[in-house]
């Protein structure tokens, strides 16, 4: 019984410090290199050649050219899919929306989905024809 005990509370405490923001912004931290890009049904990656996104904290910073941004991150680990809200910068390239998406980490891969139209979150790692959402798949940058 004891045992028992010990082992759902550990199980507890693991849970909540998986779900902890602060800590899986730490595990978001660092410089991202893109893999694959589709937006409504296609493929994009040619479109996003040289994207990388930095994540430091709660900000990040895209780097693509002229069509580089800035902003913030705010997730939630507790939700399912984890969930995160993209606030861009008021000049840039989404001026100033706060883009609602989904994200998972796994396997040393950071996938975002999100609504470039800031309509409504996205509840698939998906991005249909027809549609405004955006799938991004990342790998952390080795250089």
């Known amino acids: 019984m004891f ?22 912004l730490k595990a978001l931290e ?8 589709t937006l ?28 580089s941004d800035h902003g913030t991150l705010t997730i939630d680990p507790t939700k399912s899919p984890k969930t995160i809200d993209i606030t861009t910068r008021k000049d840039g390239p989404f001026k100033g929306r706060t883009l609602p998406g989904i994200y998972e980490l ?16 996205p509840t698939a790692f998906e991005a249909k024809a027809k549609t405004t959402v955006m799938l991004f798949t990342l790998r952390r940058d080795k250089k």
């Open 3 to 24: 045992r028992a005990a010990v082992a759902v509370l550990g199980f507890a405490a693991a849970v909540a410090f998986a779900a902890d923001p602060k800590e899986e």
């Open 30 to 37: 660092g410089v991202w290199v893109l893999d694959a890009a």
């Open 40 to 67: 409504a049904g296609r493929d994009h990656l040619d479109d996003f050649e040289g994207f990388k996104l930095t994540i430091t904290g709660e900000k990040y910073t895209i780097d693509l050219g002229p069509n």
């Open 106 to 121: 796994k396997d040393g891969k950071l996938i975002i989905c999100c609504d470039s139209e800031a309509k409504a979150r």
